[in-house]
């Protein structure tokens, strides 16, 4: 159980254009999903925690009109990058937590991006 | 801000020798967890301990908590080649459920 999703798993883009990446907690409900991202040979940072039917909070530093982020059922939360530049290349990992249980997070298989 | 933060490390060892990895952080925490990562894949829950317990394990796993000294060991006994990943530790402070994730560690099992 506890399954978490990621749509897609790789995607390359051009410069300027907009992707959206899904997380879909498969067999259970998440009212709170996180959203990381990871550069190469390093560790994962929180970009915001997604919270359904609100508006997202975001961790500083991170652009929320850049990165926006939509939490619209129980099971499934997206973000999109918008006008993507090659620095927003990296690998996007987002988690969820089980209703009612909030010490454990399950992770996503992550979403490599590339912009070209 | 990283809290949880482990010196980054590159370990190699032989296959059946045990592992060792550390990890400090530096404010009061409610747990502290540890994720395994296959290359380019996601994060693995390997197990939690909380501020109030020193020792946990789980299988090959063992792990430590000082909160003393503010820091968490990770143990992997009889090493295995599957075993090869970045093991991470991630703190969590009282009052939210957000994860402060270290540096990580690169272990290799050499078969």
């Known amino acids: 159980g506890a399954v978490v999703s990621q749509h897609p798993s790789r995607v390359i883009c051009k410069s300027g254009t907009s992707v959206k990446i899904e997380c879909r907690s498969l067999?259970?409900?998440?009212?709170?999903m996180f959203w990381y991202r990871q550069f190469p040979k390093q560790s994962l940072m929180l970009m915001a925690t997604?919270?359904?039917?609100?508006?997202?909070?975001?961790e500083q530093g991170v652009e929320k009109d850049k990165f926006l982020i939509n939490h619209a059922s129980l099971t499934l939360s997206t973000l999109t990058v918008t006008s993507a530049h090659p620095e927003d290349s990296s690998f996007y990992i987002c988690?969820?937590?089980?209703?009612?249980?909030?010490?454990?997070?399950?992770f996503g298989p992550g979403t490599r991006l590339l912009v070209l | 801000s990283q809290q949880g933060e482990e010196d980054p490390q590159a370990l190699s060892i032989q296959e059946g020798e045990n592992a060792t990895m550390n990890c400090s952080y530096k404010?009061?925490?409610?747990?502290l967890q540890w994720y395994r990562q296959n290359s380019g894949r996601g994060l693995v829950h390997l197990i939690l301990?909380?501020?109030?317990?020193r020792e946990k394990h789980s299988g090959r796993l063992r792990v430590t908590l000082d909160t003393s000294k503010k820091s968490s060991s990770l143990l992997i006994t009889a090493s295995r080649a599957a075993d090869t990943a970045s093991y991470f530790c991630?703190?969590?402070?009282?009052?939210?459920?957000?994860?402060?994730f270290g540096k990580g560690n690169q272990v290799v099992v050499i078969p």
């Open positions: 988690s969820a937590l089980l209703s009612g249980r909030w010490e454990t997070q399950y």
């Open positions: 067999d259970f409900q998440a009212t709170t």
């Open positions: 997604s919270n359904e039917g609100s508006k997202a909070t975001y």
């Open positions: 404010t009061s925490i409610n747990n």
């Open positions: 301990i909380r501020s109030n317990e």
């Open positions: 991630a703190t969590v402070f009282y009052g939210n459920n957000r994860l402060a």
